[in-house]
């Protein structure tokens, strides 16, 4: 009972020591009418930075620049406003526009993860992709749980060949957030920069299985199989990519080179010629789909017709050649040796030293001498 007394007895002295000394005030009705008003401008001001992301998000970067300054001459210290202006402005091309916006935030002391983020995606686009990695890696620090920061981090790490970092830095994150996908996918691209397409092909499977939307990724995981010669994988991936039912996906002729490819090395000559056939007749100068289709309707039992495609050869350089070679080869499989070393003796003419006519012209040569 005694102690709650003092206690009661010490605050009273404090309070009223500080309505004596005026620290503890009545406010003026000019105070609070100047309070009202700075509450009200903040609501007015956070009503037009949302109107501003509105727009930003539906491509009016212009509008979204006008909303989110005036949010700013209402409420001067909305952080958010200045990220919005800085990132309307690197869309239209404006990037002194941008720099001068986040300029203006710091000198205020507004500091969060986003000011910082624009500051790196700047210096990236000048080049300075050395001072952008300080500015992804400060904006993580500020908040870690943004996988824009993260993913920005790492590519500009894979930028400056620190690759391995990069990865480590990716893996290590990769179960904290829901876009997992979006790291397996960035890993596996940096992989496959750094020459590790094992690692490349294990990240994109990772990104498929973890449901990424993006079609480049069954794109490129099925080159990469393709690549190293796991055909029935690679066969599996690419094959639903060329479908007729499905939107062309980008890259359509590799995928269909490399399809028809190990088509022909899983003796499934039908399917290749399916799959390369149409696309090789609607760009007569892709060389190697021509080459393909011939190829494929040969081993399909139909070599008449892949000589006739081979007969309109319009190539020139090692593409004739190579062609030229071609039909020597379904030439001497037909036993007519001697159109056969016409097409080998042309590829001569052109390429002197091409081993694959030397090396047939060296089959023929007893054919030849008896002749």
């Not at 490129?220 to 639903?240: F, H, K, M, Q, T």
């Not at 990519?241 to 499905?246: A, R």
Request: charged share 25%; net charge negative; proline share 3%.
């Amino acid at each position: 009972m005694i102690s709650r007394t003092i206690y009661a007895f010490s605050m009273t002295t404090v309070f009223c020591g500080l309505l004596a000394s005026g620290g503890c005030h009545r406010p003026t009705h000019q105070e609070s009418k100047i309070k009202a008003t700075n509450q009200w401008n903040d609501v007015r001001a956070r009503v037009k930075q949302q109107l501003a992301q509105q727009q930003f998000d539906q491509g009016l970067f212009k509008e979204a620049i006008a909303n989110a300054t005036a949010a700013l001459a209402l409420s001067p210290k909305l952080g958010k406003s200045y990220v919005l202006i800085a990132f309307a402005n690197l869309e239209l091309g404006q990037s002194a526009s941008a720099n001068a916006a986040i300029m203006h935030a710091l000198r205020l002391g507004i500091v969060n993860g986003d000011i910082h983020y624009v500051r790196g995606v700047l210096f990236e686009q000048r080049g300075e992709v050395d001072r952008a990695v300080m500015e992804f890696a400060r904006a993580q620090e500020l908040d870690g749980d943004r996988i824009e920061y993260l993913l920005a981090h790492a590519e500009c790490l894979a930028t400056l060949d620190r690759c391995d970092e990069a990865i480590a830095m990716l893996v290590e994150d990769l179960d904290r957030f829901d876009e997992s996908h979006e790291i397996a996918k960035l890993v596996a691209r940096i992989a496959e920069l750094n020459g590790d397409r094992a690692q490349a092909i294990e990240y994109y499977s990772m990104a498929l299985v973890r449901g990424s939307p993006d079609p480049s990724v069954s794109r490129s995981l099925g080159l990469n199989l393709a690549s190293e010669d796991r055909c029935n994988e690679a066969i599996a991936v690419l094959s639903p990519l060329v479908d007729g039912d499905v939107p062309p996906v980008a890259g359509e002729g590799t995928i269909r080179r490399k399809l028809a490819g190990c088509l022909l090395k899983a003796d499934m000559a039908g399917r290749a010629v399916d799959v390369i056939a149409d696309y090789a007749v609607s760009h007569p100068r892709d060389a190697a789909a021509t080459a393909l289709r011939a190829t494929a309707l040969w081993r399909g039992g139909h070599p008449e017709s892949a000589l006739a495609v081979l007969s309109e050869n319009v190539f020139s350089g090692d593409a004739a050649t190579d062609l030229l070679c071609l039909r020597g080869e379904i030439l001497t499989d037909l036993g007519r040796e001697s159109e056969a070393s016409d097409a080998f003796l042309k590829a001569l003419d052109g390429d002197p030293d091409h081993t694959w006519a030397i090396a047939a012209m060296d089959r023929l040569a007893p054919d030849r001498a008896s002749q």
